[in-house]
């Protein structure tokens, strides 16, 4: 018999890597809350025509199609037509709806693209909603990228004003503060991107350039201009286009270059003011508490290469020096996305939170609170008879207060409880033995110093909550 195994690309996750998600969830969850999102979910898998051609040509590739089994066909004809297909998607590639007409989700943005529109009329617009939720893509595993992973996004649909991208910037700032993550924020437009193409007298192929763009951390400027060539852009273009990512200073300062750049461009004119706007609005907002090592940065190359956006696009990378890792967060704003659906007009901006790769670096930083290593903050041994019977009473007593407590369920063998404790990684151990039950007291063994002390129950409660 085989050993069992796991699809590749997906994981387990132990009680206490769960419990240290939970823990970012949780965090995000109550600044989503602060901010007025309110919390929504959608089925894991969607009609394959609610995704395709919604991602550009790399993404839609990477959308897992679950294939029809039959089952939900309805007479023996459809039946028959299903194994017909079935053959010709044996003998070379090809698909059709008959084999599949549904997909795991990609993203949360579409599918709550597709919900706006069904549920237009029940809404109150503006509508701002959270998701968190696992999405699947059918890409080359490796360090920080799984076939699944979770998922979690904020947007406001139904306002164009760009009071929404600077709190979406604050809720970037602030989430990954209180996480004790330092970022960088990147900044950028697609109408800049637009003017950029048309500066270098290449505006038909603004798409082109996006994708070779979107890939300059990973190949870097001799891999980007070489895929530019391939692509149909010229070497002048090039050249212009290195010239302009390549303008550096402060925030201010590249815009005021890029103003003067961007002169016989309307649309780059625009992507400028835009920035500049939603920067002015986030400094009205910003919190005194955003860590100093994290900050916003207006870089002229960030690109997103999902055709959806229109607007303000923004990413997010830990600055760490010693991680290595690439973006954790990212979004930007969609001006016709439910227009994909049939609802034209209805602007939105969003942003996503890539769970997955921002537990691995908060892992790799050694920032998550050493609580989170066990659920419990003390076990009780269990010392059979009379002793059993007080510590039920102990146990009752420090739930009933809220402290987070188990017994060792058997009378065993001392030395097996406390390998057991040991494994948990629990603060403290208590113990109800004939002398404390007869005092109406318990011993309180700390397990990280060793040190033991028996103590009224009160001061134990007053210890184990202040730990």
């Known amino acids: 018999m085989s050993k069992p195994s796991i699809p590749q690309g997906t994981r387990d996750f132990s009680p206490e890597v769960v419990r240290k998600r939970q823990y970012v969830f949780d965090t995000l969850r109550a600044i989503f809350e602060l901010y007025g999102f309110q919390p929504l979910e959608t089925p894991a898998m969607e009609n394959l025509t609610t995704l395709t051609g919604k991602y550009g040509e790399e993404g839609d590739r990477l959308i897992f199609k679950i294939l029809n089994n039959g089952l939900h066909e309805k007479n023996e004809a459809d039946k028959t037509q299903l194994n017909t297909e079935w053959e010709k998607l044996l003998s070379k590639p090809y698909t059709t709806p008959v084999v599949t007409e549904r997909a795991l989700r990609y993203d949360l943005t579409i599918p709550f693209a597709r919900y706006v529109v ?45 009071i929404n991208e600077a709190e979406l910037l604050s809720i970037y700032l602030s989430a990954f503060t209180q996480l004790k993550v330092p970022v960088t924020v990147k900044i950028n437009s697609r109408k800049l991107l637009q003017g950029i193409a048309e500066v270098c007298g290449q505006p038909e192929k603004m798409t082109d350039i996006t994708i070779a ?39 201010h300062a590249k815009l005021e270059v890029l ?12 992507g400028v003011k835009e920035i500049e706007q939603a920067l002015s609005y986030y400094e009205a907002m910003k919190s005194e508490t955003i860590d100093d090592n994290s900050y916003i940065d207006v870089d002229i190359s960030l690109a997103r290469g999902l055709n959806y956006y229109t607007g303000v696009i923004v990413e997010v990378v830990c600055n760490d020096p010693k991680i290595k890792m690439g973006s954790i967060g990212g979004g930007g704003r969609y001006d016709d996305l439910t227009g994909l659906f049939g ?60 402290i987070a407590t188990e017994m060792y369920p058997d009378a065993a063998k001392f030395d097996k409880q406390m390998k057991y404790a040991n494994k948990r990684n629990v603060a403290y151990v208590l113990l109800p033995g004939d002398e404390e039950r007869q005092k109406g007291m318990i011993s309180v063994k700390n397990f990280e110093t060793g040190e033991q002390k028996m103590m009224t129950l009160t001061d134990a409660v007053y210890l184990l909550n202040n730990r």
Not at 213 to 223: A, C, F, P, V
Not at 259 to 270: K, L, W
Not at 377 to 393: C, H, M, P, Q, R
């Open 118 to 162: 069904m549920h237009q009329n029940d809404l109150a617009l503006p509508f701002r909603r959270y998701q968190m939720q696992p999405v699947w893509r059918a890409d080359r595993p490796q360090k920080g990228r799984y076939r699944e992973f979770w998922q979690c996004d904020a947007d406001v649909v139904g306002s164009k004003s760009l």
């Open 213 to 251: 763009l979107d890939k300059l951390d990973k190949i870097g400027w001799t891999g980007v201009a070489s895929e530019l060539l391939e692509r149909g852009i010229d070497d002048n273009a090039i050249n212009i286009l290195k010239e302009i990512i390549s303008i550096e200073g402060t925030n």
């Open 259 to 270: 103003t003067t750049v961007m002169q016989n461009s309307i649309a780059g004119i625009e």
């Open 343 to 402: 609802l034209k007009g209805l602007s939105g901006v969003g942003v996503s939170f890539g769970i997955d790769r921002i537990y691995d670096v908060i892992e790799e930083l050694g920032a998550f609170p050493k609580q989170l290593a066990t659920g419990s903050k003390a076990i009780i041994v269990n010392f059979g008879g009379e002793n059993e019977a007080y510590a039920l009473t102990i146990l009752r007593q420090l739930r009933e207060v809220g």
